[in-house]
């Protein structure tokens, strides 16, 4: 591995990420989708934060596991159900901690 | 979260609307510190130098791009394989922008550039929430701008202390965790509607189906099935979406 591959590889990943973030802004106005479209990026954030959060707390290691020995799936859970009552995010995340590290103490 | 402040003349300043994006964003600051944190010290276990895991982390600004590229770095892949992994995993990016694009149309093409580029999950769903609840808001742009330059600060901190000090920090922990349960405290809210619901539903099964799927594409046919779903569910039940 030498430095050409690597700054190579660094600055790729950046492109990357530059091409997917700003391209659809840099086209602006000229770019119309069709109103269908529109309507459904309405549904875009908890579309895109569910599918996220489903795959990050269902698996462990590549492994599904829905039962109540998956302490990740039950911390989150319970995140939710944290935020739902009291609407604060440090409670949700400290309190989703809690349990998840809780439950490992107890596992 | 909850500031309900009337946005009525004279209104926010510019610098007023940064700060409030800053503030909105603070909130999530443990779930965003953690991840980034995980992903320095990822970069440099997986065999990458503290320059060049730096210099990723600086110029990509992109967690789990990085985290995608990490092995395929590692055992010298070609460099087109590099560049296509990173661009699929950010493929949710492109469905972001697309939803915030009205609100950047206005602006000169760099500045829609960088602020495409300075995007983070946290920042997108809060921007989208108030395009949605205050669209007459005065200086969105700034509010956008604030809370994004706010979470580029924290991750990049988070991250430069993950990869200097990567053999200190105690993976055992789980500390990653913090970081999804901060988007599910985005996440919870927005599911009390019923079309969003259904949606969010649709995008966990999805995801879940799909997460063998390589270059986490089950994560974005998730997004894709979700949205779809939604649209169904709220064309079947038009007036009782009407509540928002």
Same mark, same amino acid.
């Given at each position: 591995?030498? @430095?050409?591959? /690597?700054?190579?590889?660094? *600055? ?12 659809? =802004? ?29 795959? @990050? ?7 599904? @596991? ?42 | ?13 510019? !610098? @007023? ?5 800053? !503030? ?7 779930? #965003? ?11 440099? %276990? ?9 210099? &990723? ?23 087109? *394989?590099?560049?296509?992994?990173? &661009?699929?995993?950010? /493929? !949710?990016? #492109? ?10 149309? =206005? &602006?000169?093409?760099?500045? !829609? ?26 200086? %969105? ?7 994004? #330059? ?18 200190? #920090? ?15 405290? *985005? *996440? ?22 799909? =997460? ?6 089950? /994560? ?11 649209? &169904? ?12």
């Amino acid at each position: 591995m030498n @430095d050409v591959y /690597l700054w190579s590889a660094i *600055l790729l990943v950046t492109l990357a990420t530059l091409v997917t973030r700003s391209s659809l =802004h840099l086209l602006g106005e000229r770019l119309r989708l069709p109103a269908s479209v529109e309507s459904a990026l309405r549904f875009a954030p908890a579309c895109a934060l569910a599918a996220i959060a489903a795959s @990050d707390l269902a698996y462990t290691q590549n492994v599904l @596991d829905l039962s109540l020995d998956n302490a990740r799936l039950i911390a989150g859970l319970g995140a939710a159900a944290i935020q739902l009552g009291t609407r604060s995010m440090a409670a949700t995340i400290g309190g989703g901690m809690a349990i998840y590290w809780l439950l490992r103490w107890l596992a | 979260m909850s500031s309900s402040r009337p946005s009525v003349p004279p209104g926010p300043s510019r !610098r @007023d609307a940064a700060l409030r994006g800053v !503030r909105e964003l603070l909130p999530a600051t443990p779930g #965003i510190f953690a991840w980034g944190l995980v992903t320095g010290v990822a970069m440099v %276990k997986s065999g990458l130098g503290v320059d060049y895991a730096l210099a &990723l982390s600086l110029l990509a600004y992109a967690g789990s791009a990085q985290l995608a590229a990490l092995p395929l770095i590692a055992t010298a892949a070609p460099l087109w *394989l590099i560049f296509l992994t990173a &661009l699929v995993v950010n /493929l !949710r990016f #492109i469905v972001y922008s697309a939803v915030v694009r009205p609100g950047f149309a =206005h &602006l000169h093409w760099n500045r !829609r550039l960088w602020l495409g580029f300075i995007v983070g999950d946290v920042m997108f769903v809060r921007f989208t929430s108030l395009m949605r609840d205050e669209p007459d808001y005065p200086h %969105k742009v700034a509010y956008y701008t604030g809370g994004a #330059i706010a979470n580029w600060i924290i991750w990049q901190v988070a991250s430069i202390i993950g990869i200097v000090a990567a053999g200190q #920090i105690p993976t055992a922990w789980g500390l990653e965790l913090a970081g999804t349960l901060a988007l599910v405290a *985005l *996440l919870a809210p927005l599911c009390l509607q019923v079309p969003v619901l259904g949606g969010a539903v649709a995008a966990v099964i999805v995801s879940i189906l799909g =997460h063998s799927l390589p270059l986490r594409l089950g /994560l974005l046919l998730g997004m894709v099935v979700g949205m779809a779903f939604a649209m &169904l569910l709220e064309r079947a039940r038009p007036a009782a979406s009407e509540a928002s």
